[in-house]
């Protein structure tokens, strides 16, 4: 079976400029994360969805930060206007819906410079 | 709120030595599940391992093995006979049932343990 899914895998962009992350979560997945990981802080929780809505986004650094999950396989995180300081590594996660004893599992990660 | 600690920052051994990482955790709760997790250098997050907290049998899988103690609040793992493919950041992680809305918040990291295994 197939993991989760992201795209692009690295991107470089200039500051200022739009960048929109995408996830196919596990087919038959109806929990979705989106972490964010940097050196200085580590794994941090950005947002997550059951069943499509968004259920926290306390995690989103600011309004430039937005997140979206029109269906249960496809997810986007969007960043505009993109700034250095939002250089990281952005992981997609999916799991069976939210219960304790799931496991998450990360996508590959997309690894974003802007410059 | 529940917390993870991974105190070794950084470890390095020697190809074939055994390694522990250690992993201690705060919870309230007396059903939890912890996890761990592998990030080797390509970057991607792989999981390991799952354990509730009503099983405190260790587990072995390999070279791996995992020893939770729930009187310590330590959920430790060990990597027998090294090869240098095991040098990764290792992350141990707890989850909480809590809400099911509150899954997500529920469900913490550790800051992680970076091994390197030298040839």
Not at chain 1, 8 to 32: A, D, F, W, Y
Not at chain 2, 49 to 77: A, L, M, V
Request: negative net charge.
């Amino acid at each position: 079976d197939a993991g989760v899914i992201q795209s692009p895998r690295h991107e470089v962009t200039e500051m200022g400029q739009e960048v929109t992350l995408r996830c196919k979560p596990i087919s038959g997945h109806n929990s979705l994360f989106w972490y964010r990981q940097t050196m200085m802080r580590g794994l941090e929780l950005l947002i997550y969805f059951n069943n499509n809505v968004p259920i926290d986004d306390s995690g989103m650094p600011e309004d430039r930060f937005s997140a979206k999950m029109p269906n249960a396989s496809f997810s986007t995180l969007k960043i505009q206007p993109s700034e250095p300081r939002d250089s990281a590594v952005y992981f997609c996660a999916s799991s069976s819906l939210g219960a304790a004893r799931n496991t998450i599992y990360f996508g590959e990660g997309s690894w974003l410079t802007v410059v | 709120a529940q917390k993870v600690t991974q105190a070794q920052t950084e470890i390095s051994v020697v190809e074939k030595e055994d390694v522990t990482l250690d992993c201690v955790y705060e919870t309230r709760d007396t059903t939890y599940y912890l996890f761990w997790y592998k990030q080797p250098p390509s970057g991607e997050l792989v999981f390991l391992i799952r354990r509730n907290s009503f099983d405190e049998q260790n587990e072995i899988s390999g070279r791996y093995s995992w020893n939770f103690q729930k009187s310590t609040s330590s959920f430790n793992f060990t990597i027998t006979a090294s090869q240098v493919v095991d040098s990764a950041v290792y992350f141990c992680a707890l989850s909480e049932p809590g809400e099911q809305d509150n899954y997500g918040q529920n469900f913490v990291f550790g800051p992680g343990t970076r091994l390197s295994v030298l040839p």
